[in-house]
T-cell receptor
């Protein structure tokens, strides 16, 4: 099935641990994004990648890092998790960066940091 | 600053019509998106408006007024499956999406 796959679906993590959320797309989209979604707030952009080999910081990048070694994969790493990083994380992609096309979202990764 | 405002929650009756409003303030403007998000699921694209006016797509229509910084999503012939959150997002001058917190729509039989 074409689209975006995220893993894990759900994870409980102890504070201070390192965690990588995986994201893979098979649509050959150039641009990829990581958002977090918290109750009462809009989606907030953490990091983005306009094309393979490039990444950029979004609205809330602190405590997170990303890499884009190839077109398909865009992992998000929490180097040392803190409770404020408890959230639902969505990976998304679009055909081109900065265009007016729709975003395609993965099913989300629910992360709880204790 | 940049801001998107939409009601937190709305209730409507099956078979009726509901209008979900969204106002935006952004640095520049390159269009307005609406997404639907069912509980526990990913957002899915509904519509994109960049010119003033109404765009109809089946039971859903989206309206934009650039001069007023205003959009609405109109849902007709409501069905129980339309119970979801509806997210408004504006594309600013840097082609960055600014998201509203979403409107939770509850449909009652």
């Amino acid at each position: 099935i074409a689209g975006i796959t995220q893993a894990p679906t759900s994870q409980i993590l102890a504070a201070g641990r390192r965690m990588t959320l995986r994201c893979t797309q098979d649509m050959r989209h150039n641009a990829m994004y990581w958002y977090r979604q918290d109750l009462g707030l809009g989606l907030r952009l953490i990091h983005y990648s306009n094309t393979a080999g490039t990444t950029g910081k979004g609205e809330v990048p602190d405590g997170y890092s990303v890499s884009r070694a190839n077109t398909d994969d865009f992992p998000l790493t929490l180097a040392s998790a803190v409770p404020s990083q408890t959230s639902v994380y969505f990976c998304a992609s679009s055909v081109l960066a900065g265009d007016t096309g729709e975003l395609f979202f993965g099913e989300g990764s629910r992360l709880t940091v204790l | 600053g940049q801001n998107i405002d939409q009601p937190t929650e709305m209730t409507a009756t099956e078979g009726a019509i509901v209008q979900i409003n969204c106002t935006y303030q952004t640095s520049g403007f390159n269009g307005l998106f609406w997404y639907q998000q069912h509980a526990g699921e990913a957002p899915t694209f509904l519509s994109y408006n960049v010119l003033d006016g109404l765009e109809e797509k089946g039971r859903f229509s989206s309206f934009l007024s650039r001069s007023k910084g205003y959009s609405y999503l109109l849902l007709k012939e409501l069905q129980m499956k339309d119970s979801a959150s509806y997210l408004c997002a504006a594309l600013d001058s840097n082609y960055q999406l600014i998201w509203g917190a979403g409107t939770k729509l509850i449909i009652k039989p």
